[in-house]
């Protein structure tokens, strides 16, 4: 049976998978004021903890872009669905936290092929002028995991204790691979895609590259990294990753200790910033092709102006140490997910726009490491320093990092006008 609009319905799954992905990461901070009571570990020793991932994390996301890359989308993103599942429920059977970190970093191993996976599906299901809105809403699924962990974490650990909490969330892992497994296929390999869709795709796409030998080109990381347009996107992520992995770790501890909330408050309130980060990555999406209609921007240009507005918004979370209540830090905090997934949604796009179709999950894969490693740095930070000077300042800094990032993406990525081939090496 011939679907229309096929390619909308594997975003639908792509963001199943986003989900699942987030909403296993995200149960150790909705967990963390808990166990830090059961294991009886200190603030510094959490932020170990959350390393442990963000390590694991930042190393592998090249090397599981290059596996997608190698193995293709089918088997390489069902293979680490069912890595990551196993090691989700594994935190259940945690006594200490070392043995949390060991199993974290596990997860942190697996989950790290999800954004290359989805960004090289963008890349090989949507032309050029609908990418951003499609990365707009698969890149949903991340803080829609995120959203759904407090509530769902919270009830699992109040119904059969915290071990279970861990096993649930990990085990719905195991069902989207299936379906993952089930029902994805490539827009050429696909027996329901139309033969109308198929020509659109192809239409607005890049030919694939060929190498001497007549076969499809293989990723090159070296010349990767040797061009400035891989710059252009590894900087700027490098700078927003650390407001993500702020709220996705440390928002939940945070209204604990410096905001007296309890475990049934946090899951009532912890969740609303990554509803609001919903709304600005789909949002995001949206104004790439909106710049483009009205203003005539090109795709990179539109995707840059979609990027300086959420980093001008990102001055929101920067105020959080003058609100006075914990209700307005979590609107400043709702503030800061809407601003940051603008961000985040525009800037993996241009990782499809810029990158041949062979080398995007490498290539994102890469950014993606860049960006980890600012994640991890901060994380760090805030876990050495959050109990001697508060968490305050280390907001200010999130604003900063955004602000400078949008420049650095402006001075590297700006389209010219110069469409001349010595134009386009220059950019390149």
């Known amino acids: 049976m011939k679907i229309k609009g096929l390619r909308w319905w594997i975003i639908v799954l792509i963001c199943l998978g986003t989900v699942v992905n987030y909403l296993a990461r995200n149960s150790l901070g909705v967990m963390a004021p808990i166990l830090k009571t059961e294991m009886n570990f200190t603030t510094q020793e959490y932020s170990y903890v959350v390393a442990a991932f963000q390590l694991a994390y930042t190393v592998m996301q090249p090397v599981c872009g290059y596996i997608v890359d190698f193995l293709g989308l089918k088997i390489g993103f069902a293979l680490f669905a069912v890595l990551w599942s196993v090691s989700n429920c594994l935190h259940g059977f945690a006594t200490g936290w070392v043995s949390l970190a060991l199993f974290r970093g596990m997860l942190g191993l697996t989950e790290a092929a999800a954004i290359p996976s989805g960004i090289k599906a963008v890349g090989e299901w949507f032309p050029k002028q609908e990418r951003s809105v499609a990365v707009g809403w698969f890149n949903a699924g991340t803080s829609l995991g995120a959203m759904l962990a407090p509530p ?3 009830y699992v650990q109040m119904q059969h204790g915290w071990s279970a909490a861990f096993i649930v969330t990990g085990a719905l892992g195991f069902v989207f691979a299936a ?9 050429g390999e696909h027996p329901n895609i139309t033969a109308e869709e198929h020509a659109y795709i192809v239409a607005g796409q890049n030919p694939p590259v060929i190498d001497a030998d007549g076969v499809r080109a293989k990723p090159k990381v070296k010349e990767i990294l040797s061009t400035k347009r891989f710059w252009g996107i590894a900087i700027p992520r ?23 909330m309890d475990i049934k408050q946090i899951a009532m309130f ?16 949206y104004l790439s092709p909106f710049f ?5 921007f090109s795709v990179v240009n539109s995707r840059l102006a979609g990027i300086v507005i959420g980093a001008i918004c990102m001055i929101g979370p920067g105020l959080i140490g003058l609100a006075t209540d914990a209700y307005t830090a979590i609107a400043l905090f709702c503030i800061g997910g809407f601003a940051h997934q603008m961000i985040s949604a525009l800037i993996n796009t241009l990782s499809a726009d810029v990158f041949e179709s062979h080398e995007v999950a490498t290539a994102n894969g890469l950014t993606g490491m860049a960006s980890w490693t600012g994640g991890l740095t ?10 001697t000077i508060g968490f305050a300042p280390l907001f200010v800094c999130l604003t900063v990092f955004d602000l400078v990032g949008a420049c650095v993406a402006i001075a590297l990525l700006r389209d010219r006008g110069d469409k001349t081939p010595a134009g386009i090496a220059a950019a390149r």
Not at 270 to 279: K, N, R, V
Not at 292 to 296: E, L, S
Not at 378 to 387: C, K, M, N, Y
């Open 292 to 296: 483009m209609k009205h203003f005539k």
């Open 179 to 187: 379906l993952w497994w089930m029902f994805y296929r490539s827009p």
């Open 152 to 154: 769902l974490v919270v």
């Open 238 to 260: 490098f700078l927003a990753e650390p407001a993500w992995q702020t709220f996705s770790f440390w928002i939940p501890l945070y209204l604990a200790t410096e905001r007296g």
């Open 270 to 285: 912890a969740w609303m910033p990554f509803l609001a980060a919903d709304f600005g990555g789909i949002l995001g999406g």
């Open 378 to 387: 901060f994380s760090l930070i805030v876990g050495a320093l959050a109990t």
